[in-house]
């Protein structure tokens, strides 16, 4: 048996298609979704990420405003630009890209922002909204899984799904999401976690296993049971001397030992990834709906 490629990538342009296809139908009724980003700092994988976005976004037709800031800008000045993109009537969405160069101020920066603009997912009203099963705009990252997996016709509903993290971004959204009674949801959730004694008694259990731990292959072959469906979140950089860089991308899982085992899994790169930008071009489009009263498509 070899697994089924779970191609994040091709879903993703699917959904991205359907996205644009949104956008030009807002556009006709004079409004265009906006997403605005605050870079701050240097940081060359910031950098890389704002850039694939603001490319994603030209793509499907949002506009998207870049607000530049020096490493060396205080949280006063922070916080003003964050209010002025809160006060902006064609910013629908809005990104601050992690991390700040000071990092202590991220959970009062990510705080201020306007709820009904926090494309992330990440105010504690839309976490709470989403703890409660209520409307919201859910995390990027666990929110692309869940397409993913309804898409590839692998439905969680009955299952059991263990999630191997419990980030605040991935690991504890993507359990209460899997447990929620809906079309997406319904699973029966394990979490597991580094205080965890043996994940894999947990892991062979499962008939999905989600691994989010964001450590090089830590899960292996025989921590799966024949036919599992596996879901990798992890990006990790793996030295290769073959590779002009220097290094490949690996996953938290050991993919090519998996193939052979598994039902179905998400390689890496090209899984989970093209996912996370597609819901943010999503969560993008929901909130100019929203401010905007006008229906979900």
């Known amino acids: 048996m070899t697994a089924k490629r779970l191609d994040g990538k091709q879903i993703a342009a699917e959904m991205r298609l359907e996205i644009k296809t949104d956008v030009e139908r807002l556009s006709a009724e004079g409004v265009r979704p906006g997403l605005g980003v605050l870079l701050v700092g240097d940081d060359p994988a910031s950098r890389s990420y704002v850039t694939a976005k603001e490319k994603a976004c030209a793509e499907a037709g949002i506009l998207s405003r ?26 629908h969405g809005i990104l601050v890209q992690l991390p700040l160069p000071d990092s202590s101020i991220e959970e009062e920066v990510l705080n201020t922002i306007l709820p009904e603009k926090d494309v992330d997912g990440f105010h504690p009203v839309n976490v709470g909204r989403m703890m409660l099963g209520l409307p919201a705009y859910l995390p990027c990252t666990p929110h692309g899984i869940l397409h993913i997996l309804k898409r590839s016709g692998c439905s969680v509903s009955g299952k059991h799904v263990v999630v191997v993290g419990r980030s605040n971004i991935v690991g504890r959204p993507m359990a209460n999401l899997l447990s929620q009674k809906n079309d997406l949801g319904n699973a029966t959730v394990t979490v597991c976690h580094t205080g965890t004694p043996d994940i894999g008694r947990f892991t062979r259990q499962a008939d999905v296993v989600i691994a989010a731990a964001g450590r090089p292959k830590v899960i292996t072959a025989d921590m799966i049971k024949e036919g599992a469906v596996v879901v990798d979140v992890g990006v990790n950089r793996e030295e290769d001397s073959s590779k002009a860089s220097g290094f490949r991308l690996v996953g938290d899982c050991d993919y090519d030992a998996m193939l052979e085992k598994a039902g179905a899994i998400t ?16 969560n993008t489009v929901a909130c100019a709906r929203r401010l905007n009263n006008l229906p979900a498509s």
């Open 66 to 91: 870049e607000i530049k800031l020096p490493a060396s800008a205080t949280k006063a000045e922070i916080l003003a630009e964050v209010r002025a993109l809160n006060e902006a009537g064609d910013i």
């Open 267 to 282: 390689p890496v790169p090209g899984g989970v990834g093209p996912m996370t930008i597609t819901m943010l071009l999503f």
